[in-house]
């Protein structure tokens, strides 16, 4: 069985940084994309980052520059550098990955249970 577990959520002010952890366990052959998404109360989860395999990464317009998105392909596991933080930034940010387990022979997709980053003076 496959899981991901985030952390590293928590109360930061406004202008501070933050940094999320996400670890992929279990049965895994291989990781293709790993991917940040965050929803904010009221709103619809939106895309925040993504990285390939090979490390290529992509954001969305309102993070660039302040997020940096990594990973640690020996720990299966996922970063998000998260710097000079603004109130908006404020949901529960949730990991997924395009995982293939051992015994498959396709890519299923797989989601952590969310941690949440509240930016506030």
């Known amino acids: 069985q496959v899981r991901l577990v985030e952390s590293g959520g928590g109360l930061v002010q406004p202008g501070g940084s933050l940094r999320l952890s996400c670890a992929a366990s279990g049965s895994i052959f291989r990781i293709n994309d790993m991917n940040w998404y965050r929803q904010a109360p009221g709103k619809e989860r939106e895309f925040v980052a993504t990285t390939t395999a090979g490390g290529s990464t992509n954001y969305a317009d309102s993070v660039k520059g302040r997020f940096t998105i990594s990973r640690d392909n020996a720990k299966n596991t996922v970063y998000l550098q998260m710097n000079s933080l603004k109130p908006e930034d404020t949901a529960v940010y949730y990991c997924?990955?395009?995982?293939?387990?051992?015994?498959?022979?396709?890519?299923?997709?797989?989601w952590g249970q969310g941690t949440q980053v509240t930016v506030s003076s």
């Open positions: 997924d990955a395009f995982i293939r387990p051992y015994g498959l022979s396709y890519f299923a997709q797989y």
